[in-house]
């Protein structure tokens, strides 16, 4: 089974700051990696799919890039509704689906 | 409105087996663009990826728990059943359906979930 990794596993933020997320497949998954955002006690919402693809409806500050194995979730300014938990996906190992373990984002 | 449902037990109890079902509207369980899958929660925890069934009835599990899940579906319903054997107290989670898009591998659309107990 392909394993994900992400990394940090949580970290402090300042609204208006850069933040970026890592993902790492344990083999290569070309693109097929999707990035969710989930808030408590709520499901969770998709924001980029295929490792670069903004979902319609996500602001444009949220931006994903990678192939292969590494891939990057950016929040270019965090905004008060940003800080939540964000998990990757993979889907190249078709029919069975990972998730990542999670990068809980908070405020500073 | 496309919406997809979870009903089931809110308590269980440990060996019991637990059966969970997502409703969904506004789509076909027969659009072959489109599967569901089964995704739990345990309370401050990961997202942990259960099962999943396409429009052709291929199924698939997660390998750790492939012993204990059965998945199905009834398209007359509208309906996507989970059943989970020999529940214990470390199966208490959220559970989620999800609506996957086949081409792209996304999961674009999640149940509101529903929180299943384990206890005596």
């Known amino acids: ?108 | 409105q496309v919406t997809l449902k979870e009903s089931g037990p809110v308590l269980v109890k440990p060996t019991e087996t637990l059966t969970l079902t997502c409703t969904v509207s506004g789509f076909s369980l027969t659009n072959v663009r489109m599967s569901v899958s089964w995704i739990r929660q345990p309370p401050g925890k990961a997202l942990e990826w259960l099962a999943h069934i396409f429009s052709n009835d291929e199924k698939s599990y997660s390998t750790s728990l492939k012993s204990r899940l059965t998945i199905s579906k009834d398209t007359s319903k509208s309906q996507v059943v989970l059943t989970m054997t020999n529940m214990d107290p470390v199966d208490t989670a959220t559970y989620y359906c999800a609506r996957m898009d086949i081409l792209s591998g996304k999961y674009s659309l999640w149940g509101q979930g529903t929180r299943v107990t384990v206890s005596s």
Do not use: H
């Open chain 1, 1 to 108: 089974d392909i394993q994900m990794t992400q990394s940090p596993s949580s970290l402090s933020a300042y609204v208006g700051d850069r933040v970026t997320i890592t993902c790492r497949a344990s083999q290569s998954i070309s693109s097929y990696l999707n990035w969710y955002q989930q808030k408590p006690g709520k499901a969770p919402k998709l924001l980029i799919y295929a490792a670069s693809s903004l979902e319609s409806g996500v602001p444009a500050r949220f931006s994903g890039s990678g192939s292969g194995t590494d891939f990057t979730l950016t929040i270019s300014s965090l905004q008060p509704e940003d800080f939540a938990t964000y998990y990757c996906q993979q889907s190249y190992s078709t029919p069975l689906f990972t998730f990542g373990p999670g990068t809980k984002v908070d405020i500073k």
